[in-house]
Every structure is written in structure tokens, then in C-alpha cells.
């Protein structure tokens, strides 16, 4: 018979039944970018649902003046939809996810980049509703409270982010969100961009990769209470995978991150794996990322 979860009304089914990877995209990103990785995990025969965090995905704001030709003084002072967002609201909207899915068998909660904050909050808030926790080259903080914090510590200083202030539109105070032009025809901007986030693929995935992001991302999410707790979230397994081409969280940084939680919870360790892409090359390696994720579902 099945056992009947406290924090849903629907019963789990046989724990011996086959997870359900929910995937949480990271900054400026959505639900679109998992899909090369979902294909590969449905041929494995395994279910995915991909989150679109509040704001994102087809409820993401493109202004008119982000479109073609572009009127960047107007992008400037544009409200943004974004700038209410907060990390619990990401977080609450994955709980939601997490009690719809888990009547179906166990889950498998995967963050990428920035979304390691909103799974982490996850892990905190329904630890009893969730298998395992995966980040891949994401932010799992312990000892400070949120990546801005981990930003200015000397395993952050390999990454190439510094010269992309120039992508900047607006002022993130008044508008209460980072906004990045990812639609920027400067030639230096976009070399180094890519070397930044995918220096690993081609010109024409690069930018194929721009074309799904979004320009604003909420400065509350990046700047709110990240830190994962030993008594909830500290009891869940869970996995990272190391990147380490990464030069937007530079592989130093995963690494610090790795052992501030493995010091949290001794008897509870990461379970690591490691490839050698950029920050969002892993996309372009979805049957390695899909192997991966295959094996854990068999643990």
C-alpha cells in the first residue's frame, strides 16, 4: 500500500518507482534551457519536469526598446516585472512543483548557477519530500548567505565576469534587477561574454544560447537568505557537479562551496562528479549530464 506524504494530499507511490528530475534554471535562463538534457532523460525512460521560476520563461519581460533596433536610453528606465521577485518566491513556486510531483515516486531536485539558491530553500522547507539535491555548478551556500557575498572571496577571482559591466542597462538600485543587453552587437562584449559562459562551444551555440535568456534578473533573489540548514536541508543526499572550464563560477569557488557543506554535514557528504565544461557548456553535453543523473536514479 501506499504511504501517504504529510505535506501533500496525494499518496506516494512504491518507493522502488522511477524519480522525477525538476529542473531549476539559474540567472536570466528558463525552462527552455534543459530541453537538450530532458530529450536525453527521456530516452534513459526517466521523467523531467522543467521549472519556469516566477517571472521567467513565456512570463519574462522583453521590452520593446530590448528588441531590434534597440532604444537602450528607454531599456534604461523600463519597470521591470522582475523587481518584487524574491528568493522565496522561487522557492514557493518549487515547493508547489515538488508536492505535484512527488505522488508519482521520488524526486530529484537539479539547480543550475543561481537556481542552487532556490533548491537549497527547497531542501529547507520540504526536506521529507525531496531524494536528492544536484547542483551543477551552482551556489549552495553555508558560511555567507548568498552568491554577492561569496563574490568578493579570493575563489571568485578566476572568473571573467568583470568586464561585462559594460552590458549593463539601467541602474540595478532603481530598478531593482540586474539588466544585461544579451542582444549587444559589440564584438569585444560578445568574445567576452563566451569566454565568460561558453568558451567551450561554437559561435553559433553562443549565441543560440543568448537568444533564450532574458535581461533582467531580480537582485533580491541574488542577495536573499541562501544558506542551507543542517537539520533540513543538511539531511537530504545530494550531488555536484563540478565544472571546471567554469569561468563564471570559477571551479575553485564549487570547490570552497563542496567542502563549507561537507563541514556542515560530515556524515552527509557530496557525492561529486566532475566535467570539464564552461559554465553553461554542460547544455551541450546533455548525454554526459543525463548519464550522470541516470546513475543517481539507481542509488
Known amino acids: 500500500m501506499a504511504s501517504v506524504c504529510p505535506d501533500s494530499a496525494h499518496p506516494r507511490q512504491a518507493r522502488d518507482a522511477g524519480p522525477t528530475f525538476v529542473l531549476v534554471h539559474g540567472s536570466g535562463s528558463s525552462s527552455f534551457m534543459w530541453a537538450p538534457i530532458q530529450r536525453e532523460l527521456a530516452l534513459l525512460g526517466h521523467r523531467s519536469f522543467a521549472v519556469d521560476l516566477p517571472g521567467h520563461g513565456f512570463d519574462a519581460q522583453y521590452p520593446v526598446a530590448y528588441q531590434a533596433p534597440q532604444d537602450l536610453d528607454a531599456l534604461a528606465v523600463e519597470p521591470s516585472t522582475l523587481a518584487k521577485v524574491t528568493l522565496r518566491d522561487n522557492v514557493d513556486a518549487v515547493v508547489d512543483v515538488v508536492r505535484r510531483v512527488v505522488r508519482y515516486g521520488p524526486v530529484v531536485l537539479v539547480g543550475a548557477s543561481l537556481g542552487g539558491t532556490?533548491?537549497?530553500?527547497?531542501?529547507?522547507?520540504?526536506?521529507?519530500?525531496?531524494?536528492?539535491?544536484?547542483?551543477?555548478?551552482?551556489?549552495?551556500?553555508?558560511?555567507?548567505?548568498?552568491?554577492?557575498?561569496?563574490?568578493?572571496?579570493?575563489?571568485?577571482?578566476a572568473n571573467l565576469l568583470g568586464p561585462l559591466y559594460a552590458l549593463n542597462v539601467?541602474?540595478?538600485?532603481?530598478?531593482?534587477?540586474?539588466?544585461?543587453?544579451y542582444r549587444t552587437a559589440d564584438p569585444a562584449?560578445?568574445?567576452?561574454?563566451?569566454?565568460?559562459?561558453?568558451?567551450?562551444?561554437?559561435?553559433?551555440?553562443?549565441?543560440?544560447?543568448?537568444?533564450?535568456?532574458?535581461?533582467?534578473?531580480?537582485?533580491?533573489v541574488m542577495t536573499g537568505d541562501a544558506r542551507g540548514h543542517a537539520?533540513?536541508?543538511?539531511?537530504?543526499?545530494?550531488?555536484?557537479?563540478?565544472l571546471t572550464g567554469d569561468r563564471s563560477l570559477p571551479v575553485a569557488m564549487q570547490d570552497r562551496l563542496i567542502a563549507e557543506a561537507d563541514a556542515l554535514t560530515p556524515d552527509n557528504p557530496f557525492d561529486v562528479h566532475t566535467l570539464d565544461t564552461s559554465h553553461a557548456g554542460f547544455l551541450l553535453r546533455p548525454a554526459q549530464v543525463a548519464g550522470i543523473l541516470d546513475r543517481l536514479a539507481v542509488r
Open 170 to 181: 539601467g541602474d540595478p538600485a532603481e530598478l531593482g534587477v540586474g539588466r544585461a543587453n
Open 189 to 220: 562584449l560578445l568574445a567576452a561574454l563566451k569566454a565568460a559562459v561558453m568558451a567551450d562551444g561554437t559561435d553559433e551555440q553562443f549565441r543560440a544560447f543568448l537568444n533564450i535568456l532574458q535581461p533582467d534578473e531580480s537582485l533580491s
Open 118 to 157: 532556490t533548491i537549497t530553500g527547497v531542501g529547507n522547507t520540504v526536506p521529507d519530500l525531496v531524494d536528492r539535491l544536484v547542483y551543477i555548478s551552482a551556489w549552495s551556500c553555508v558560511q555567507h548567505s548568498n552568491p554577492v557575498e561569496y563574490m568578493r572571496e579570493p575563489e571568485f577571482g
Open 231 to 242: 537539520a533540513t536541508w543538511g539531511t537530504i543526499a545530494r550531488t555536484y557537479i563540478r
